[in-house]
């Protein structure tokens, strides 16, 4: 037997779930929970008829259930009875829930959360899926679900999903007029007496820079609905955060509610046994003083909601300035270098005097002011604050003078800026659960919450973990920030392995680099220009070492300007979201991830995201390495991002590039494991032909380049270092191009002439050889001829066409390019050949020889040489 539940004092959200899950399980009874909200009781009355058979816990025989699928909970201890069935091992257990993790989840077979607004959602989605037939009276019934947990679609937790499953019950007929008569019920009068009490008992409290109401009070008799009237209050009071308490008979009621994402109630309530989620939760409790719930209460309070976000903690640093003295064409110069929409300036002691935007600007050289000072245009009042300001101050402090930005100052001295776009970003920054999300029919992994220390313990040798300690150290010595940067950060996160370790320094990187190489006893090397250095390693592993910086580009695909930076700053810069983040290496957060930009939400969707619209104009590389992450990874390249690769593609931004970092990027796709897929991604987008190659990348390619590799995989020991992967790919894509086209896109692209030398024979040979390859097994000397000149990634690519060719090659990869002889040319002369090409002659015919089995020994190479000194060839010859 298998039984639907959920949990007591049932909802619509849970109520509607049951019925939902019903459609899924069809062969499940519903059981009824001993207790249900007031309009789902009502709402039950009225529609009986149309809905399903409610089962009572006494209507079932407990012994028979096999399977229990939980309703919009996975705590035991909400579903009554019914729990002590659950604890069996013979029992599986499947869970439906949208509600956040807690320590007293039953462990289920199979967990089902979606981080969305309401459990009905999750199994709407299913429904969807599943293509199964609802009618209009369960339409409406899920939709009120959908319109309870969600708030009509406004509270913070709503999600695209909740928007979507409504528009379809909408599209199967769901009542709007049943819906909204069911979510807003009259209050009765034993509620509005209540609710009466509950406002004249309020009060509010700050913790944490956070504002709570709070509201207590006794009744004489049970009146349900408290949920519904702790809202009401906090609409009354205008609260985002709140928490009721009633004491009706022997139990205490208590609700709270949050429309702040960084205030999770559910963990506020835990204390006092509550449940729930983040933005709504409860608790009924038996034997407990009134008056130490509030006391309880509060100490959760202080526990749980995080210190306030400070100014301090999002600012931009260093700051852009101007001296009140330069001229108003100085300062849109700098507008336009640095794509700020306004600058502070300051007299000659560094003091803040005031303001001026890109409008003072625009209309100072309207009228034909570009000469003067700008302190002739900034701005009246100044609005400061300092390091401790709060992020909400910082809000009423932009929305309350209409300011787009607010200088952070100490001692009389800006030290840092907040913008609105700073401002925003953090406030629309939200906090993943702590739960994976979960479908129905498919799981995926949680990058979200890692112990990156644990992680880098496990993944990077000791020698790297040392050095990674000494960073740490000589960090705090001279007093600098640093932190690891870029793709080993995102590795750490996917639980990969990447030694290609990159700290970036809020200091002088340079330096910084110089001591640690003393430290360490390592090498060093630095490049000025662009404040980076690498530091080589005894075992020759190597850490790149730069100053944090920002970047400025004059004209496309150019190289950029340099100046230093924030470490925000700095990940800005970055190609992706996924390549943005930062462990700090930094005593004080040590191991602490920096995630500014969503790499680590970009990762769990599978996403390559670019940081800012023109990233492809300003680097048209990243068009090649956004393509080679998405295959690597298996990810997809968002659809911003790809409208942005096609409309830098289309303005021939690619062309732009010079040749060696088109080549280096290209290299970099044919050293990845499946190069074949990246190819025919860049060939979709366009961007082969914008740099001249024209061969159709297309499934056919695809597998055919398989085919090599795996060649390339057999062959490569035979030849080392002489064999290159990337030179066999060029091979390919040039092999409908004549010679003169070969060396002119080689030159274009900075091949080396040796690497040049070796693709144009590859091609030049190809046709000839096969000839030769694939009409016979040929005998040891003949294969000899015909392949030792021929280069070997010509030999790979010829590996895969067919069963001769193949055996061929393989016979003289194997047997025969490495035969050598004893004797060589100074053996020759003195057994009497004439020094120049008749030695040369007389010891390729011995290695013949040799091949073909007829000489067995040294002394058959001495004997069959004296015999070629005296044949009528060298006579002759």
Not at 213 to 229: N, P, R
Not at 829 to 853: H, P
Request: hydrophobic letters at 40%; charged letters at 30%.
């Amino acid at each position: 037997m298998e039984i639907i539940v959920t949990h007591l004092a049932s909802d619509f959200d849970s109520f509607a779930g049951m019925v939902a899950a019903k459609k899924i399980f069809p062969s499940a009874e519903i059981l009824l929970p001993s207790s249900l909200n007031q309009n789902v009781r009502e709402f039950m009355v009225l529609h009986e008829d149309d809905l399903p058979v409610f089962k009572e816990i006494s209507d079932i025989d407990l012994g028979s259930i096999k399977k229990v699928i939980m309703i919009d909970t996975r705590i035991p201890g909400r579903i009554g009875q019914i729990q002590k069935l659950i604890t069996s091992a013979e029992t599986e257990i499947i869970t439906i829930d949208h509600h956040q993790r807690s320590r007293e989840d039953i462990r289920t077979s199979k967990n089902y959360f979606k981080k969305v607004g309401s459990t009905t959602t999750i199994i709407i989605q299913e429904i969807i899926k599943r293509k199964i037939n609802i009618n209009q009276f369960e339409a409406t019934l899920f939709l009120l679900g959908i319109c309870e947990d969600t708030g009509n679609f406004t509270y913070p937790n709503t999600s695209f999903a909740d928007l979507d499953a409504g528009s379809f019950l909408l599209k199967k007929g769901a009542n709007l007029f049943v819906v909204s008569k069911f979510l807003n019920l009259a209050l009765s009068e034993d509620q509005h007496v209540l609710l009466e009490k509950l406002i004249f008992n309020s009060w509010k409290i700050r913790v944490n820079g956070k504002e709570i109401l709070l509201s207590k009070t006794i009744s004489d008799i049970y009146v349900e609905g408290l949920s519904v009237l702790t809202r009401k209050l906090a609409l009354v009071e205008e609260s985002d955060i709140i928490f009721c308490w009633v004491k009706m008979k022997e139990k205490v009621y208590i609700v709270g509610r949050s429309d702040d994402i960084d205030v999770d109630v559910s963990k506020i309530l835990l204390p006092l046994g509550g449940g729930g989620h983040k933005l709504a939760a409860s608790s009924v409790v038996k034997d407990i003083d009134f008056g130490k719930v509030e006391k309880v209460l509060v100490d959760s309070l202080k526990k749980n909601i995080k210190r306030p976000v400070l100014s301090r903690n999002i600012m931009t640093f260093p700051v852009k300035l101007i001296e009140e003295n330069k001229s108003i064409e100085h300062a849109s110069d700098l507008l336009k270098k640095y794509g700020h929409s306004g600058i502070p300036i300051v007299n000659s002691d560094g003091i803040l005097t005031g303001i001026i935007t890109r409008k003072d600007i625009d209309k100072a050289i309207k009228h034909g002011l570009s000469h003067a000072p700008v302190k002739g245009f900034k701005s009246g009042e100044i609005i400061t604050a300092t390091p401790d300001t709060t992020l909400e101050e910082i809000q009423r402090l932009m929305i309350e003078n209409g300011i787009g930005r607010i200088p952070i100052v100490s001692k009389n001295k800006i030290i840092g800026i907040i913008t609105r776009k700073d401002l925003l970003r953090s406030l629309n920054y939200k906090e993943v659960q702590d739960l994976p999300e979960i479908g129905i029919l498919e799981e995926k992994p949680d990058y979200f919450k890692v112990n990156i220390k644990e992680r880098i313990r496990k993944l990077f040798p000791e020698s790297i973990k040392d050095v990674l300690m000494a960073v740490s150290n000589l960090a705090k010595e001279l007093k600098y920030k640093v932190y690891l940067v870029g793709g080993v950060v995102r590795d750490i996160l996917l639980n990969k392995q990447n030694f290609d370790i990159d700290i970036v320094i809020e200091g002088d990187g340079i330096n910084f680099s110089n001591k640690l190489a003393d430290k360490i006893n390592a090498k060093v090397w630095t490049h000025r220009k662009f404040k980076t250095s690498v530091i080589v390693l005894e075992n020759k592993r190597h850490i790149d070492v730069a100053t944090a910086r920002i970047e400025y580009y004059e004209k496309p695909a150019a190289l950029p300007d340099i100046e230093q930076a924030s470490i925000k700053q700095d990940l800005y810069r970055r190609d992706f979201t996924i390549n943005s983040m930062a462990v700090s290496l930094n005593k004080d957060n040590y191991m602490t991830l920096l995630d500014f930009f969503g790499g680590r939400k970009d990762l769990t969707n599978k996403k390559i995201k670019v940081m800012h619209k023109l990233s492809f104009v300003e680097d048209p590389t990243r068009i090649f390495r956004a393509v080679r992450f998405e295959q690597r990874f298996a990810f997809k390249i968002d659809i911003a991002t790809e409208n942005l690769i096609r409309n830098a593609i289309r303005m021939e931004i690619i062309s732009k590039l010079t040749g060696v970092r088109i080549r280096d990027e290209l290299i970099a796709i044919f050293e990845e494991e499946s190069p074949g897929k990246p190819l025919k991604r860049l060939y979709e987008l366009g961007a082969l032909e914008k740099i001249n190659i024209h061969v159709k990348i297309d499934t056919r390619f695809e597998n055919k380049l398989i085919k090599v590799l795996s060649g390339y995989e057999k062959i490569k020991k035979f030849y080392g270092e002489c064999l290159k992967r990337w030179r066999l790919v060029f091979c390919m894509l040039l092999c409908d191009f004549d010679e003169n086209e070969i060396i002119r896109w080689c030159s274009e692209m900075k091949v080396r002439k040796k690497d040049t030398e070796i693709i144009l024979s590859s091609v030049k040979m190809k046709k000839n050889t096969v000839e030769k390859l694939r009409g016979r097994i040929l005998n040891n000397s003949e294969l000899y001829l015909t392949l030792k000149n021929v280069p070997a990634e010509l030999q790979v690519i010829l590996y895969s066409y067919g069963s001769n060719i193949m055996q061929n090659i393989s016979n003289y990869v194997q047997n025969l390019k490495d035969v050598k002889l004893s004797i060589n040319g100074d053996t020759l002369m003195k057994l009497g050949f004439r020094r120049g090409s008749e030695i040369g002659k007389a010891l390729e015919k011995l290695i013949l020889l040799k091949l073909d089995g007829k000489i067995k020994n040294d002394e058959d190479e001495i004997l069959q040489a004296k015999n070629l000194l005296t044949s009528v060839f060298f006579k002759i010859n």
